[in-house]
């Protein structure tokens, strides 16, 4: 990859859980260069960071298709802010509904940090492409996943960078099921056991038991998304769902 400003090069914000697993396949299928982030902001389920390593490990050994278009992965810091946030994920309290009607796990305005530290480093790789797992369907409510918001920060980046950076959220219309339907139409059931087997999604960082749709709590917001989606999906016999081109 030269440091050229690339049309066909993506960055994907990469968490090693189930939307943005979707979301790297999503780019892989169709971008020539992949290239993905993480961010460490202090988040008390650090055992998704070690998610990301095991699913990146699995597309390069299980999808030889894709693998040539895996570029490195980045990982930053983002400690400061999560000293901010003050939230549910970051400080030991309880997992449950506030009274602003969001669950204490939001930390305030943390996917329009993600985007600008992704911005800034998208510019260093030369990647135009920004892909987030955000979803304002089965959501938890986070006005930072809307799409309306993304649309802002795009405008804001552009402007403030002076580029032309396109933030792309596959996701953003489906359901939890219909995220599972991708993952088929994408990779096949290959695709969806390395989801079930690999990512991480639960907020309380739980791996003991493994359950019809993966690992985790059960109890936590993200499980029950999780796993109500992938209930519903499983019921309807696990249709491929592709995307309006
Ligand atoms: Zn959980």
């Not at 070690?50 to 597309?59: I, S, T």
């Amino acid at each position: 990859m030269s440091d050229a400003y690339s049309p066909v090069g993506a960055l994907v914000l990469f968490s090693g859980g189930q939307d943005s697993t979707v979301c790297l396949s999503w780019a892989l299928d169709r971008y020539e260069w992949v290239e993905t982030v993480g961010f460490d902001y202090g988040q008390r389920h650090v055992v998704e960071m070690a998610a990301r390593e095991r699913v990146r490990a699995q597309f390069l050994e299980r999808f030889p298709h894709w693998a040539p278009r895996l570029g490195p992965d980045h990982r930053l810091d983002l400690q400061g802010f999560g000293a901010i946030g003050q939230s549910a994920l970051t400080e030991d309290q309880a997992i449950e509904m506030t009274e602003r009607g969001l669950p204490s796990t939001f930390v305030p305005g943390r996917n329009l940090v993600f985007f600008v530290y992704a911005a800034a480093l998208a510019e260093r790789r030369g990647l135009r492409r920004l892909v987030g797992g955000m979803c304002e369907t089965d959501y938890s409510g986070y006005p930072d996943c809307r799409r309306d918001t993304l649309d802002a920060m795009q405008q804001a980046l552009n402007l403030g960078m002076e580029r032309d950076f396109v933030i792309e959220t596959p996701l953003m219309a489906l359901t939890k099921a219909q995220t599972w339907g991708l993952a088929k139409a994408l990779g096949g059931e290959p695709l969806v056991e390395l989801v079930l087997e690999d990512t991480h999604t639960c907020y309380r960082g739980e791996r003991a038991e493994r359950r019809a749709w993966g690992y985790g709590c059960g109890t936590c917001p993200a499980c029950v998304l999780r796993a109500s989606g992938y209930e519903s999906w499983n019921a309807g016999a696990r249709p491929a769902l592709g995307l309006a081109p």
